[in-house]
């Protein structure tokens, strides 16, 4: 069986810049549109960085933790890569598309593997209109943000909100308030996957919400927004006693 070509890129954290050394130095490489592996060497976060920024070249990736939340990566050891490689299970995710107008009149898109979240510019609090499919379900949301989370980005920021953890086979969506004060007892939603969500900005101008889908920001909306994007993908690598689905399964029994 043929070697894979692989390519190393690295934050820029001490940490990985070390193992980056160490790895170019014991394994050959290639640049990462010829490779057939990208390893990912830092945290969360810069896997993150990673997938959005070889999001064409359907590669997969093998992130080893070098940084500071490493729920996404599998753990840092510089022997038998090439085995680990070779027995690794994959999981494919799919992630949301984003759609905004801002109050400029501007139609921007963006995608996000985590999570599409809306949140208050000023002291006062955002007031949104929550739609579903076409179907108002609430009036008026009167909180600091909302978001909507794939099941991976489910132990990430929807986590911290409160939302709920769920399997990466559960095909369904969160649908997550942040610090919400009307409706008090909403606590959010469980969604189908292929639900269109639209968040409308009411009094834009006095209240100005930011929509963030990951790392893209788009200041002042008037409206988003959210579905999954079927005809995008991303392949991560595991290895089998780091499967993915097994960690977001243990996240719902932390205490």
Sequence with gaps: MPRPAIAFVASSAEFAQRALAELSNKYDTVPPEEADVIVALGGDGF??????????????????HRGTVGFLMNAFEP?????????????????????????????LEAVAINEVSLLRETRQTAH??????????????????????????????????RGPVVPLSS???CLTPISAFRPRRWRGALLPRNALVR????????????????FTEVRDVRWVEV?????????????????????????????
């Design 47 to 64: 896997m993150l960085e990673t997938l959005h920024r070889f999001i064409g070249l359907g590669i997969p990736i093998f992130g080893m």
């Design 79 to 107: 022997d038998g890569l090439l085995d680990r490689i070779a027995n690794a299970t994959s999981v494919d995710l799919t992630p949301l598309r984003m759609r905004v107008e801002t109050m400029e009149g501007r139609l």
């Design 128 to 161: 949104i209109c929550v739609k579903i499919d076409g179907i108002v379900r609430i009036d008026e949301l009167m909180a600091d943000g909302v978001l909507v989370a794939t099941p991976a980005g489910s132990t990430a920021y929807n986590l911290s909100a």
């Design 171 to 173: 095909q369904v969506l």
């Design 199 to 214: 968040f409308e900005v009411l009094d834009p101008a006095k209240r100005p919400v930011l929509a963030v889908a990951d």
């Design 227 to 255: 579905q999954e994007d079927t005809e995008v993908s991303f392949t991560l690598l595991f290895d089998p006693e780091h499967d993915l689905e097994e960690r977001v399964l243990k996240e719902q029994f932390v205490s």
